[in-house]
């Protein structure tokens, strides 16, 4: 039975401190923002076998040798660790010394450009998905999990009855965190992911193959081709010869105010890709033993889940066509107001998609979850959407903070509909 130590008469269970730190650990909360409990430290310190237990809820938990966090980001976490208890004069375990050494003696090679950030979700199990180490690569935002789209995976957890029995898309699902939630924990009829960046569709096919499939038990060694390697590689490449070049330029995105390392700059220059490889930017370069891939080359279904859709979508060129397949009863949408010269397009995907929905009985609903780092880009959105006949509600904030995202900056969900 787990033990418990006395905090001003509460009990804190000492499992639910070391569930607390791994799943910072997972979701790779910068080490000098993890939250530590004064009384984590001094469980540590006063009783070394839990400073084994934490190694098996961390960097020797399974999840991290299957889906391994950033290896700088371990060796951050460790060396925290045991700078705490050497603080403490603890007793610390030899096991403590050996995974530090271990770490630092691991290959560095081309591993930091992307790694895997693993979010816990209640019933026990993780959702595991690739990004990058930087907020903004390779000319996108899209390569890294954003707070809003946390938001909104927490919003839906809290209200899954919204999206029953209803046909989904989302708009600039990113890596898709928000999407996958809503597909394993939803009774979603279908689910459309949109993205206009090859490297970022690329990767979203990646972290639904990896997350849903596993669940139906159709995914084999095999369907890890080649060719999936050969992408995978060249993405790390382009990712570390991005992070080396990268230059600050102007530009009306609020995302590089926020971007870390603050010297990092919002490149819309794409790095020349030389084999191939994204010859064709608009096309999808999805696995076709796992994907259906349609004559257009533009939208990709699961094989093994045929609820679930990728398409590629650019809101400043978009095609008739597709935004009539894209047609569904709820557009889901985080982090994508941030750059007032692309909110004119946004707002026209937006009104085309919500002003009829695939049932003429139902009118088609959007939730919108912003990060607002800057009021006059939010006041742009606004004006947009009341110039097009939108209206909006601000809906009632997640509850409970299940994921753990700097929430410094506040965030906001809008359920919006046409007049
Ligand atoms: C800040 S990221 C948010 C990603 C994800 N929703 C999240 O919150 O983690 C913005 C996303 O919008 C996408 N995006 C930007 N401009 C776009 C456009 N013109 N058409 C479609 N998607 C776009 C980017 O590729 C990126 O994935």
């Not at 394993?184 to 499939?213: G, R």
Request: some cysteine; hydrophobic content about 35%; proline content about 3%.
């Amino acid at each position: 039975m787990a033990a418990s130590i006395k905090r001003d008469g509460e009990c804190l269970d000492e499992m639910d401190s070391m569930r607390e730190i791994s799943s910072q650990f997972f979701e790779m909360v910068p080490v000098r923002k993890m939250k530590w409990k004064d009384e984590e430290a001094a469980l540590l310190v006063t009783r070394p076998e839990l400073q084994l237990q934490l190694l098996m809820a961390t960097v020797k938990h399974p999840v991290c040798c299957s889906f391994p966090p950033a290896l700088s980001y371990m060796r951050s976490f460790m060396k925290l660790l045991i700078h705490k208890l050497e603080t403490e004069d603890a007793d610390i375990c030899d096991e403590m010394y050996e995974a530090y050494t271990d770490l630092l003696s691991c290959n560095e090679d081309d591993d930091e450009t992307l790694c895997f950030k693993s979010y816990k979700m209640l019933s026990g199990e993780y959702i595991s998905l690739q990004e990058s180490v930087h907020l903004v690569s390779q000319g996108t935002t899209g390569l890294s999990t954003w707070q809003a789209a946390q938001h909104l995976a927490e919003w839906i957890l809290e209200n899954p009855q919204v999206l029953t029995n209803k046909s989904v898309t989302e708009l600039g699902s990113g890596l898709g965190l928000t999407g996958i939630v809503a597909c394993k924990y939803c009774q979603i009829q279908n689910y459309a992911f949109t993205d206009c960046h090859a490297q970022v569709l690329y990767l979203l096919s990646k972290n639904i193959e990896q997350n849903v499939l596993i669940d139906l038990h159709c995914k084999t060694e095999s369907d890890s081709s080649d060719r999936d390697r050969k992408i995978l590689r060249k993405i790390r490449k382009q990712l570390s010869l991005s992070s080396d070049q990268q230059s600050s330029e102007e530009n009306s995105s609020d995302v590089n105010e926020i971007s870390e390392p603050s010297d990092q700059g919002y490149m819309r220059e794409e790095i020349t890709i030389d084999d191939g490889i994204y010859s064709d930017p608009v096309e999808l370069d999805v696995n076709g033993n796992l994907w259906d891939v349609d004559s257009s080359h533009r939208l990709a279904t699961l094989k093994g889940d045929k609820r679930i859709s990728i398409c590629h979508l650019d809101w400043e060129c978009v095609k008739g066509r597709i935004l009539e397949k894209l047609k569904s009863d709820i557009i889901l949408a985080a982090d994508v107001v941030y750059d007032t010269s692309i909110i004119p397009a946004l707002v026209f995907v937006l009104k085309s998609l919500l002003d009829t929905g695939p049932d003429s009985n139902r009118r088609p609903k959007a939730f919108i979850a912003s990060t607002i780092r800057n009021e006059d880009t939010r006041d742009a959105f606004l004006i947009a959407m009341g110039s097009e006949g939108l209206n909006y509600t601000v809906v009632e904030s997640p509850k409970h903070h299940r994921f753990h995202y700097d929430r410094s900056v506040p965030i906001e969900i809008l359920q919006i509909s046409a007049l």
